[in-house]
């Protein structure tokens, strides 16, 4: 039973334009949020989270909007740009700092920005 | 600032072959783990180590078995290698109360 998901294996934007990305999750106990970026050959890095007692967090071209009642979350780039093209994988925990927490992966959107 | 490091980058195994996979982290941070992602796939959790000499089963633990002497290390061993653990294998770290989660480079293993 997948707890998280990305329902959108891939997605093409134009340079400049907004990405969206979107991510569900059905765990109600998940309190933390985190967008990952893959490039090939490499190891996932942290772009950005969101607790759940937010519904926004920005950084940057980086926007995560949350919406708890829809169990549903989602990344906007604005612009997008070519270097931004690789895998985003949504990511939920539970026990936020704790001991026990461990993150929950959807299986990825891969992103391109065309030219 | 070197992270998490791990080692090797790239091995093929042959089926029945055993092995460790090395994570080093240089941090300081108390928590580290071991995913495995599949092609297509999201990353599952093999184990997870809260502290020295502490460890526990992630969601698909079996045919893993893993340490936890010091901070630093967390190695992965595979013992009787099958075809099923190809894949790529990150090993990641958490400092104690943060919630972000830093991953290696990978390594991807092949067993034939």
């Known amino acids: 039973d997948q707890q998280v998901k990305q329902n959108s294996p891939s997605l093409s934007v134009q340079e400049g334009r907004i990405s969206i990305l979107n991510c569900d999750y059905t765990?109600?106990?998940?309190?933390?949020f985190l967008w990952y970026k893959k490039y090939p050959a490499e190891g996932p890095t942290f772009l950005i989270s969101?607790?759940?007692?937010?519904d926004k967090n920005e950084d940057g071209r980086f926007t995560v909007f949350l919406n708890k009642s829809a169990k549903h979350l989602s990344l906007h780039i604005v612009p997008s740009q070519p270097g931004d093209s690789a895998v985003y994988f949504c990511?939920?925990?539970?026990?936020?700092?704790?001991?026990?927490?461990?993150?929950?992966f959807g299986k990825g959107t891969l992103l391109t920005v065309n030219p | 600032n070197a992270g998490v490091t791990q080692t090797p980058k790239f091995r093929i195994l042959k089926i029945g072959q055993s092995m460790t996979l090395q994570c080093t982290q240089d941090m300081n941070h108390n928590y580290m783990y071991w995913y495995r992602q599949d092609p297509g796939m999201g990353l599952k959790l093999i184990y997870y180590?809260?502290?020295?000499?502490?460890?526990d089963k992630g969601e698909v633990p079996n045919g893993y078995n893993v340490s936890r002497s010091t901070t630093e290390d967390f190695p992965l061993r595979l013992e009787l290698a099958a075809p099923s653990q190809t894949s790529v294998y990150f090993c990641a770290s958490r400092p104690g109360g943060g919630n972000t989660i830093y991953f290696g480079e990978g390594s991807w293993l092949t067993v034939v």
């Open positions: 765990n109600s106990m998940f309190d933390y």
């Open positions: 969101i607790s759940s007692i937010k």
């Open positions: 180590s809260v502290g020295a000499g502490i460890t």
């Open positions: 990511a939920a925990s539970a026990n936020s700092g704790g001991s026990n927490y461990k993150l929950t």
